[in-house]
């Protein structure tokens, strides 16, 4: 303070001092052109003085326009002026640097919640004001591979209704269709406001694993029902079948008993009797066959190289690959893969689905099979069954994991259902890609 106030009782004097002598040359001694001279340096002298005296004013003003615009690169340190000005530049120079690490926490306490935020293994997106996707995690990314996502109708249409349907707090079951596949997705939303702009915090959990196995759950419950039920039906026909001819006929089952039936009545019974026998008979090994599909083993867990696997599974088919002119290719990408599974169970899923693939070609000029060993985005190991076939009609890519539903005429309707319970048995998940006229891809994931 006392140097700000010795500056300006200098300046007041030297002030003074050269008013006194601008009088004196132009009162006094007439010395007007020299007055002039004086003049202009009593101006410069005026203007320093205020510029002195405002210098206060100039660092608030820096550090107020500090606050507005957010910038705390600037500091408060100045030459010193005296005490009062060394405090004031001191508390400045604090709050600027309080300011400074308010603003650094925020902007490390943003960056950890974005961090945590595109690590949530749930799709989830925020619309700002329902017309711009404003942040998108890296699982919603793999949900909805688009190049520029940034608007709500850059999503599927189903989910874009829906979200423009629903309320804060409210779930919602959609089904979307990716590369020809439905996804069942289960979508929550989450409005709130920041200041004065509304927000929509969307996520999207895949809940296809547990559709299906919800699915594969009833189907079973339904076969043991019906197992047990006819079963209890048929065997009390075929023993009552048994019992009857043993009743008509001799030890010998030969030589009829009763001597007061005709021999044409006698075949007409006969006849009944065995079609009552052989009819029981079929309707049993029916029911034993669709036991199958209750009767999947635990799951025997080894290490299985990819390479030969494959290799035995070519050799399996080869000759039949050759006989119906059959392109057919592997591919394993990387050569030295391998896969945690029981090697039984999966050999039985991946016949299968060539046994469908070999089917579904049939009647093309040229026949492509591929079998195809890698790994997707997160390092599980995919198996791929491959064709150019007939593909599948969209409303049926539903149906054909259900027990008995079959697109071919001769099909038993269970090969699929059977190869998603061994799947979902190991821990993994089958898929199917369509298109009609084009070709299906079954892609086997193993967790």
């Known amino acids: 303070m006392k140097h700000f106030r010795l500056h300006i009782l200098v300046r007041i004097i030297v002030l003074t001092v050269s008013l006194c002598l601008f009088s004196f040359m132009v009162f006094v001694a007439g010395l007007k052109a020299s007055a002039v001279f004086i003049g202009i340096l009593i101006l410069i002298q005026i203007v320093n003085l205020i510029y002195f005296t405002e210098q206060t004013n100039r660092v608030l003003t820096r550090f107020f326009s500090g606050i507005r615009y ?10 010193s002026k005296g005490k009062t000005f060394d405090e004031l530049n001191h508390e400045l120079s604090s709050v600027v640097e309080q300011f400074r690490k308010i603003r650094l926490e925020k902007e490390e306490n943003y960056r950890y919640l974005e961090q945590v935020f595109h690590h949530l293994s749930i799709p989830t997106i ?14 919603g990314r793999i949900l909805f591979p688009l190049p520029g996502v940034r608007k709500p109708e850059d999503l599927d249409e189903s989910l874009v209704k829906a979200i423009g349907e629903m309320r804060s707090g409210e779930k919602r079951l959609v089904r979307i269709t990716r590369n020809g596949e439905i ?12 200041q004065g702009v509304g927000y929509q915090l969307v996520s999207f959990q895949n809940i296809r694993r547990e559709v299906e196995k919800t699915e594969t759950d009833a189907w079973q419950k339904l076969i043991r029902v019906l197992t047990h039920e006819i079963m209890n039906s048929v065997t009390p026909v075929t ?3 048994d019992s009857l001819r043993a009743l008509l006929f001799h030890a010998d089952h030969k030589t009829f008993r009763g001597p007061d039936i005709t021999p044409d009545q006698t075949k007409d019974i006969l006849q009944a009797i065995d079609i009552i026998r052989n009819r029981s008979k079929g309707l049993m090994s029916f029911v034993e066959t669709y036991r199958n599909l209750t009767r999947i083993p635990v799951p ?3 290490s299985i190289s990819i390479g030969p696997f494959f290799q035995d599974i070519q050799r399996l088919f080869s000759t039949r690959f050759q006989k119906e002119a059959i392109t057919f290719e592997l591919s394993i990408v990387p050569e030295k893969i391998t896969l945690w599974a029981d090697l039984q169970l999966t050999e039985q899923v991946v016949i299968n689905l060539i046994i469908n693939a070999i089917h579904a070609v049939e009647g093309r000029e040229e026949k492509y099979i591929a079998l195809m060993a ?39 309707g269970v090969g699929l259902s059977i190869s998603r319970q061994i799947m979902q048995a190991q821990g993994g998940e089958i898929r199917v890609n369509s298109s009609e006229n084009e070709g299906t891809a079954f892609v086997l994931t193993f967790g």
């Open 374 to 412: 890698g790994e997707n985005a997160v390092g599980q190991v995919q198996i791929t069954v491959k064709d150019n076939g007939c593909g599948i009609p969209p409303d049926q890519l539903e149906e054909i994991f259900i027990p008995f539903f079959s697109t071919k005429k001769e099909g038993s």
């Open 70 to 79: 957010d910038d705390f690169t600037s500091t408060m340190h100045q030459e």
């Open 183 to 194: 996804i069942p997705l289960i979508i929550s939303v989450t409005a709130f406001k920041l």
């Open 239 to 241: 023993t009552l079948a």
């Open 300 to 302: 025997q867990f080894e």
């Open 126 to 139: 925020s619309i700002r004001n329902r017309s711009e996707i404003n942040f998108i995690n890296q699982a």
